[in-house]
């Protein structure tokens, strides 16, 4: 399988609904530091564009900010949220850091590379989904985890990711969290420390 193919985009200019939000986000910081709201214009243009910024939003965003383009450019390359080039309808981001390694994420890779047939910074032929490796996502109590656009999917192995990736390829919503069914960071074996201390009070 190839990588996402490249997409020209000559012009880009906001919705009428994000236009609406632009002046609610510039209202957030003092006159003159418009430039602080870089951010979250990019991550807007990133949404609208289909999950990656082509280079006219960048131009787009410093033209709103008047900030000179290297600038947007500089950002737009530091932080990895961004996406320089398109990505599927899935934006599947695979952590392989040390605690989800320790608890099987080569298994969760295993399971998109089987399931999907394509391996780390690849695409689907049909473009439906992108897999990408990434650093720690800082969701360790629950690793091994990913991250599919912009939700979270803990406490996985072989089976409950290939589980995942097959019902979205059938067009079906899954749900975000652990796939074992336990309550955020709760530990596996279920609460404990209320029961010990209603069995000391017993005791006592």
């Not at 951010?39 to 033209?63: F, I, K, N, S, Y």
């Not at 008047?66 to 996406?83: C, D, G, H, L, R």
């Not at 201390?197 to 017993?202: F, G, V």
Request: net charge negative.
């Amino acid at each position: 399988m190839s990588a996402p193919s490249e997409k020209t985009v000559d012009r880009f200019a906001f919705d009428e609904a994000n236009q609406a939000k632009i002046g609610k986000i510039l209202a957030k910081y003092p006159e003159g530091r418009q430039a602080s709201a870089v951010l979250p214009l990019l991550d807007m243009a990133q949404r609208q564009a289909g999950g990656w910024l082509p280079r006219a939003a960048m131009d787009h965003v410093a033209e709103l900010l008047s900030m000179p383009p290297i600038k947007v450019y500089e950002v737009a390359t530091f932080y990895t949220m961004f996406n320089l080039k398109p990505v599927g309808e899935h934006f599947v981001q695979l952590c392989t850091t040390t605690p989800c390694w320790l608890r099987g994420s080569g298994d969760v890779v295993r399971a998109c590379k089987k399931t999907l047939g394509v391996d780390p910074g690849e695409t689907t032929e049909d473009g439906k989904f992108t897999v990408v490796e990434v650093e720690c996502l800082g969701a360790c109590v629950n690793a091994p985890m990913v991250q599919i656009n912009d939700d979270y999917y803990e406490d996985l192995d072989f089976e409950r990711m290939t589980k995942l990736l097959e019902a979205l390829q059938r067009g079906e919503k899954i749900t975000p969290g652990s796939q074992t069914g336990r309550p955020c960071g709760a530990p596996q074996s279920g609460p404990k420390t209320l029961i010990a201390a209603a069995s000391e009070k017993e005791k006592s």
